[in-house]
């Protein structure tokens, strides 16, 4: 099914109603809104918001509005377990979530295990940002849909990008201290030394997650490494802060990153100077996206004040409404019923689609540098005249792994 995107708004497979209806369809969205996560929390949350506002401009729902309810998790799995109840308990039957992986595990089992024990009141798992390979794979749960691609699939195009640059030797490795950044690091060595093995690994890293203030001792042994070259999985404070003590120590290497376009990630490279030296993987970049893609990102930037830092939201968010209107429920089992192995056109373009052995979407990936606005591009980031330039594309055919989840199904 192609959606028409040459409206501002979303294109909603659904039917607009004259009325919405009093009830809501509520979508509880668990994430950090307080600590040291806060500034990509409410990021996310501000993005929800504005599509579940257009989608009930749009008719919601089968006719219903559509409601986003922020439950602050503070990055804590069993805080996360605690908002997950309390969206239950309120009929909250649709919650989504991205940032922190072992937050997402916790959720995948505490869904799992809440279905078993209350059937007919189903509760169904929406993830957008939370890429542990785990969750598709050994821990997968047949309530549990993933739109992001996994920490593997994103290692897996890095490094077939970086393995024909002859400039890189020696390669610094710097990540968080919980399941994702051990499977970055863990997957960083294995394909870099199957396709570079002439690459060598002069630091490994790992730090707590999101409470270092100050990453100048991390930053000097980076420096004293003599590395070249910088990979990281680092997301929220932990990329802008490592960017911004590598601009204060001059550091001059390359960067590989996830998430170095999220809040503070732009500033910080613009600070260390390094123009197009520092690389992020995402699923498209708002100056090389489709016509109608910029004029949506434009609309949502005026009113909301952010970039679109998850195209996968508004992939997400449109799948559901597809499910729901296909299903003609509401209900979670009608919805995961329909995402199982649906097809539709990625927000960036190009054909996505949630396969239905592990619930993990494969899409086109994108490998971006960011540095001066090329002429007639449209956007910078965070007001510093800077911007994402494409460097890369791997097909979604070309991103495909294998799974090893063996789901149980209800």
């Not at 929390?41 to 506002?53: F, M, P, V």
């Not at 729902?61 to 986003?68: D, F, M, N, S, Y």
């Not at 209900?331 to 990625?346: C, H, N, R, S």
């Not at 494969?362 to 800077?386: H, N, R």
Request: glycine residues 10%.
């Amino acid at each position: 099914m192609k959606f028409r995107f040459a409206c501002l708004a979303l294109a909603w497979a659904i039917s607009a109603a004259p009325a919405l209806a009093e009830d809501a369809i509520k979508i509880g969205f668990i994430d950090p809104l307080s600590g040291g996560g806060a500034s990509i929390g409410e990021i996310g949350l501000k993005t929800y918001q504005y599509l579940a506002d257009e989608a009930s401009v749009s008719g919601g729902l089968l006719g219903r509005k559509v409601e986003i309810v922020g439950l602050d998790n503070k990055t804590n799995p069993q805080e996360s377990l605690i908002q997950a109840q309390k969206a239950a308990d309120q009929g909250i039957r649709i919650i989504t979530q991205g940032n922190g992986s072992s937050v997402a595990a916790a959720l995948s089992g505490w869904v799992t295990k809440y279905n078993d024990r209350n059937p007919g009141k189903e509760v169904i798992y929406l993830n957008y940002a939370a890429v542990d390979p785990v969750l598709t794979n050994d821990k997968c749960s047949y309530w549990h849909f993933r739109w992001d691609a996994n920490s593997d699939i994103k290692m897996a195009a890095l490094t077939n990008f970086m393995k024909g640059k002859p400039n890189i030797k020696k390669v610094y490795l710097i990540n968080q201290d919980y399941s994702f950044g051990q499977a970055v690091r863990t997957t960083a060595r294995s394909m870099l030394k199957e396709k570079r093995p002439d690459i060598e690994i002069v630091g490994d890293e790992l730090h707590p997650l999101l409470k270092i203030t100050d990453f100048a001792p991390y930053v000097a042994k980076i420096k004293a490494s003599g590395a070249d070259t910088v990979i990281t999985g680092n997301w929220g404070q932990d990329i802008a802060l490592l960017l911004k003590a590598a601009a204060d120590a001059g550091l001059q290497t390359d960067w590989y990153t996830y998430y170095a376009g999220g809040a503070g990630g732009p500033t910080g490279i613009k600070q260390t100077g390094l123009a197009h030296r520092v690389f992020a993987i995402v699923e498209g970049f708002p100056n090389s996206a489709p016509e109608a893609a910029q004029k949506w990102e434009a609309a949502f930037r005026a009113k909301t004040g952010v970039g679109l830092f998850y195209p996968r939201a508004v992939n997400e968010m449109r799948m559901l409404a597809m499910a729901v209107n296909q299903a003609k429920s509401a209900d979670p089992k009608a919805i995961a019923a329909q995402l199982e192995g649906m097809k539709t056109e990625g927000f960036d373009g190009g054909e996505i689609f949630m396969r239905k052995e592990d619930h993990q979407l494969f899409q086109d990936m994108y490998i971006g540098s960011f540095g001066p606005l090329d002429p007639g591009a449209k956007f910078d980031e965070e007001g510093t005249g800077w911007g994402w330039k494409l460097a890369g594309v791997i097909k979604a055919k070309d991103t495909i792994l294998p799974t090893t989840c063996k789901m149980e199904r209800p």
